[in-house]
């Protein structure tokens, strides 16, 4: 049995997905939302899970100690700025900006005497090209520091849609292995591309090829600090492709295509026919400002402080494609008011929004997974544009228990 910590819980994806094998057992979860006082992510994450070892404080509050012991950490934390601000004085220790909260992932890493041996971890895809004024350095920070805890650290930006899964949702994916762990000699032995490609956790769960001849190699500075303030700085784009491994420091990156020859999931396969009520459905009064939203403009507007500039953008598909993977869910999915970003389908009673279970659906949750008195149908749309595609960590999870047990 691995024993898991789950951070940055939210309504619990990562443990739905890891879970579905009887290997993995979440042995301590935390999920705190500081900009609410209710706390309805964790309320559902204990009415579906339980309250039995499941955290809601603010995790910079947690002590290391208060953590259990476990073998695989993971979790969606939060984008923010990673820089480092200074370093503690006659300290190991690093101080990132307040509230960051990447620092209290490497905060319980660092005082972990018993580290876990695996980490998963997820986040937007723009992490590998941020800052804009320092392009990579936010990701070239957290594979250094967890480089200088024994990590060996895959990662892959990886499109659910392009795996058979119903959302076009694209995120980067890193999964760690310590030295402790046993698998970590057999990453040493094996060179950079074969990891990436074929031999490595991520290219098992996920198969991918060469997508052109991009490939780089660098070490990333060793002091924290150092990384901070001169990481590729100046320069236009990232050094960071959508696949790589980083080893002792030693980064290697290429750029990968998924290699996926099975059935594609089309949104019109989720939807709920003939259980969806009313206040679902556009009214004719609202219909021709969803079509403005969703259409194409040039105009001309006007600032608060009444400066004139142009404003441009394209025309968005509407309603959706029912023969595609939908469009990747946003937090403000939900309520009735028009917008540009909400899903909108046709059916054969009209054209509507989806409902909280399509929405469940699409991140591969299941049915009612969100649904708790006191819980509006807007903050379940909110959950699920927080969330991630349940079906990428159950292929991760069996990929890490496969290169375990081979």
């Known amino acids: 049995m691995l024993k898991v910590c789950e951070l940055f819980a939210g309504v619990g994806g990562f443990r739905l ?9 979440v042995v301590w979860s935390n999920q705190w939302e500081p ?3 209710t706390q309805h992510a964790s309320m559902v994450y204990e009415a579906r899970f339980g309250a039995k070892n499941h955290s809601n404080i603010d995790i910079e509050q947690v002590r290391t100690v208060e953590i259990p012991d476990h073998d695989v950490l993971v979790g969606g934390f939060p984008c923010q700025d990673y820089s480092v601000a200074t370093t503690l004085k006659n300290s190991k220790g690093l101080i990132g900006k307040k509230g960051v909260l990447w620092w209290s992932i490497y905060r319980i890493l660092q005082e972990k005497k018993n580290k876990p041996q695996y980490l998963i971890l997820e986040n937007v895809d723009r992490l590998l090209k941020s800052p804009s004024n320092q392009r990579g350095r936010d990701f070239a920070i957290m594979l250094r520091s967890l ?3 024994g990590y060996a650290i895959e990662w892959r930006v990886i499109n659910a849609a392009e795996y058979g899964m119903p959302q076009r ?8 292995v310590h030295k402790s762990a046993p698998i970590y000699k057999k990453i040493l032995k094996t060179s950079a591309i074969d990891s990436v490609l074929s031999n490595g956790i991520l290219a098992n769960a996920f198969p991918a ?3 052109d001849n991009s490939y780089l190699e660098f070490v990333l500075d060793e002091d924290l600090v150092s990384l901070s303030e001169n990481f590729n700085k100046n320069e236009k784009l990232s050094p960071f492709l959508n696949g790589g491994i ?5 980064v290697s990156t290429l750029k990968v295509d998924p290699s996926y020859n099975g059935d594609f999931s089309k949104l019109s396969q989720v939807l709920q026919n003939g259980a969806v009520t009313d206040d679902f459905f556009i009214s004719e009064n609202d219909l021709p400002r969803w079509q403005y939203l969703k259409g194409s ?6 600032t608060k402080e009444g400066f004139q500039y142009n404003y441009a953008e394209g025309a968005m598909v509407f309603p959706d494609d029912l023969d595609k993977p939908s469009r990747t869910i946003i937090t403000g999915e939900g309520g009735k008011s028009p917008s540009r970003f909400k899903h909108v389908v046709h059916t054969n009673r009209g054209l509507r929004r989806l409902t909280p279970i399509e929405l469940e659906r699409l991140n591969m949750f299941p049915d009612n997974h969100t649904k708790l008195a006191g819980i509006s149908d807007t903050k379940r749309a909110f959950f699920m544009g927080n969330a991630l595609v349940v ?3 159950e292929k991760i999870g069996a990929a890490l228990l496969n290169k375990i047990s081979s």
Do not use: P, Q
């Not at 403009?297 to 006007?302: G, I, L, N, Q």
């Open 17 to 25: 997905g890891l879970e579905k094998a009887d290997t993995y057992e």
């Open 35 to 37: 900009s609410t006082k």
């Open 147 to 149: 480089s200088n805890l």
């Open 169 to 176: 949702r694209r995120r980067v994916f890193f999964l760690g």
């Open 209 to 211: 090829h060469k997508a």
């Open 246 to 250: 980083c080893v002792n420091g030693k």
């Open 297 to 302: 403009k040039k105009e001309v507007r006007t």
């Open 391 to 393: 079906g990428i960590v």
